[in-house]
């Protein structure tokens, strides 16, 4: 069975950092692209970032970019999202999601997780 | 970064069909995917490709796509199909990324 379980959530004050973990589990990790996309309170879904199988592709969403620095440890079945210079507007909930293919820039995504709550308020 | 238009809501009366639509310059080069969503829970994929259901969608799920617009429809609508739908494709402005619609709540009467 597959899981993705996110973690390192919290309130922070705005200008600050914090680093994001997603666990996988139930498939072969390094095979897939993995993704985080958000969800503002009440709002709609919004991509923030994907990282290829291998790392060697990258893409950030432009509300983002400069900020925020995505990453993963296929040896650790592990993925991460360092987020610095927070914003009150980054306050949304964070999901982990598993790619279909091993590229970055399919939109296919098969699996997520529950998600892990960030928010930005002094 | 490119963007994709949806309906902010959509009724359909138990039973019958509906179709919720997805609008961009992006669907002209890409297929869009579709994700359910229902208020507390992670979204759900429920179309991909060209017209895919994972393991686990029912059958009156169905997807197509025209020029700039990719659809969802819905045959024979159930109460447990009321969620909040969005689309997603890749992002045509070549970013590498990925762009969603705006969502389609989906109210069934």
């Known amino acids: ?122 | 970064s490119s963007e994709l238009t949806q309906d902010p809501a959509v009724s359909v009366a138990l039973g019958q069909t509906v179709r919720i639509t997805c609008q961009g310059d992006s669907l002209r080069s890409y297929y869009a995917s579709w994700y359910q969503q229902k208020p507390g829970q992670a979204p759900v994929l429920v179309i991909y490709g060209k017209n895919n259901r994972p393991s686990g969608i029912p059958d009156r799920f169905s997807g197509s796509s025209s020029g700039n617009t990719a659809s969802l429809t819905i045959t024979g609508a159930q109460a447990e199909d009321e969620a909040d739908y969005y689309c997603n494709s890749r992002d045509s402005s070549g970013n590498h990324g990925v762009v969603f619609g705006g969502g389609t709540k989906l109210t069934v009467l």
């Open chain 1, 1 to 122: 069975e597959v899981q993705l379980v996110e973690s390192g959530g919290g309130l922070v004050q705005p200008g600050r950092s914090l680093r994001l973990s997603c666990a996988a589990s139930g498939f072969t990790f390094d095979d897939y692209a993995m993704h985080w996309v958000r969800q503002a309170p009440g709002k709609g879904l919004e991509w923030v970032s994907g990282i290829s199988w291998n790392s060697g592709s990258i893409g950030y969403a432009d509300s983002v970019k400069g900020r925020f620095t995505i990453s993963r440890d296929n040896a650790k079945n592990s993925l991460y999202l360092q987020m610095n210079s927070l914003r009150a507007e980054d306050t949304a909930l964070y999901y982990c999601a598993k790619s279909s293919v091993p590229s970055s820039s399919e939109p296919t995504f098969d699996y997520w997780g529950q998600g892990t709550l960030v928010t930005v308020s002094s």
